[in-house]
């Protein structure tokens, strides 16, 4: 019993001496985050949002994520639109702000308006696997939702009387698709699906949102405007609406026309177009980043365009920004005086110099936070990350130095 005490006061002082490091990184940082509003961003050009995943719905590693990047000084979380990850999304940023006094990011959630990538999850029985595979689908997945259990690996003699068990984690496959090419014998299938327009005007009206994403494909804008007539007027109290698109080149800037025109009657907040260059590929490499600059480019140089913010998703990485600089898209501007986001009028916001409002990474910011979270949960299980400075250190080490890339701290 006495070690047992000892024990947790010796786990509780290392802990509380962590955490003073965890402090003395973000001062020494000097997070821009901990006084500049989200509006403040956009409007500077340095705005960035982690996306969780429209379609990832672990909760455990959505609050330690959450927590982790609103320290890194994220101006807007975006995630799926369900109730219990919108509180797993709150819960972190309240933890965050439990460690450090920092303003609190916006709390974004997805749907769409009509089939997508990003809605949707990859599924299989595993028990129709022949057993001697040797099982790509695990080794692809970014996000570890493909697992088994037990039975592989056996000598072959063993085989006969085994099945595979386990398979796709739903919760936690994003959809980006990798798994459905590689596998050898055609068992794995995408299901797509749309969020619910009644639940999601629910949601919206409750504490803990600021601002919703409407992804749609840019094909049949008679979608977008069902949905949005269906959201009625719980996007009224919203700070924020996005509309993430593909690039479908000259129809680009026509099908924005007519999605602002929809959304014209009746917005009381900003807008923002999210320019989707190559869906959920950040982790794949640098590359990966270009088609989302090129997006950029097009729209940009577009006169002719809507009213709103523009911000890059779809690729982003490490490399985004040194890509914007070189296409001189990328140029933060500071503002004369510190602007209150409710007293602003919201049609006012687009004076800013910056071209490009700000950047959203997904694939590529879970990745350098996940594989610390995946050795957080091997060593001691499904814990706040918190509760292990060492870790929270690690993890902020990395998000800092992507978040950096966009807010210029080093
Ligand atoms: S779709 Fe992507 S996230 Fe989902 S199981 Fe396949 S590889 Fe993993
Ligand atoms: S690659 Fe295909 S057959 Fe092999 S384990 Fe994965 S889903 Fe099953």
């Excluded at 975006?78 to 797993?88: G, Q």
């Excluded at 068992?187 to 504490?207: F, G, M």
């Excluded at 900003?270 to 729209?299: E, K, V």
């Excluded at 949960?377 to 902020?396: N, R, S």
């Amino acid at each position: 019993m006495v070690c047992e005490i000892n024990h947790q006061l010796h786990e509780r002082s290392s802990s509380s001496v962590g955490l003073e490091k965890v402090k003395y990184l973000l001062t020494k940082t000097g997070i821009p985050s901990s006084v500049t509003s989200p509006l403040e961003s956009l409007q500077k050009g340095n705005w960035v949002k982690l996306i969780c995943g429209a379609s990832f719905e672990d909760v455990v590693d959505i609050r330690n994520l959450s927590l982790v990047y609103t320290l890194a000084g994220v101006d807007c979380i975006d995630c799926a639109s369900e109730a219990s990850v919108i509180n797993a999304v709150n819960d972190g940023i309240e933890s965050a702000k439990a460690i450090i006094p920092i303003r609190r990011p916006w709390v974004m959630v997805s749907v769409n308006d009509d089939e997508d990538l990003h809605f949707r999850k990859a599924e299989f029985d595993p028990e129709n696997c022949p057993v001697d595979c040797s099982r790509p689908c695990e080794r692809i997945c970014p996000a570890n939702a493909i697992s088994y259990t037990g039975k592989a690996g056996l000598p072959k003699v063993h085989l006969i009387s085994y099945i595979l068990q386990g398979g796709v984690l739903a919760e936690r496959c994003y959809g980006c698709g990798r798994c459905l090419p590689i596998c050898p014998y055609e068992k794995i299938r995408a299901s797509t699906y749309v969020r619910d327009a009644a639940a999601t005007a629910e949601l919206l009206k409750q504490d803990g949102v600021d601002a919703i994403e409407i992804h749609t494909n840019g094909r049949k804008v008679e979608s977008f405007q069902e949905l949005w007539n269906s959201l009625g007027d719980s996007i009224e109290k919203l700070r924020l609406v996005a509309v993430s698109l593909p690039d479908t080149n000259e129809l680009t800037i026509p099908v924005m026309h007519s999605i602002y025109a929809t959304m014209n009657a009746n917005l009381r907040c900003h807008n923002l177009w999210q320019l989707d260059g190559r869906p959920m590929s950040g982790d794949i490499g640098r590359g990966a980043t270009r088609q989302a600059i090129t997006f950029a480019l097009h729209i940009s140089a577009a006169r002719d365009r809507p009213k709103g913010f523009l911000q890059l998703a779809g690729g982003n990485n490490a490399y985004t920004v040194d890509g914007l600089k070189k296409e001189g898209l990328f140029k933060t501007t500071s503002l004369p005086e510190k602007l209150n986001d409710e007293a602003t009028p919201f049609n006012s916001s687009y004076s800013s110099d910056a071209l490009i409002g700000g950047v959203a990474f997904g694939s590529y910011a879970r990745k350098i936070v996940g594989k610390v979270l995946s050795s957080l949960q091997m060593e001691h299980g499904y814990v706040d990350i918190e509760a292990y400075p060492e870790y929270l250190l690690e993890a902020l080490t990395e998000s800092l130095a992507l978040v950096g890339t966009v807010k210029c701290f080093p």
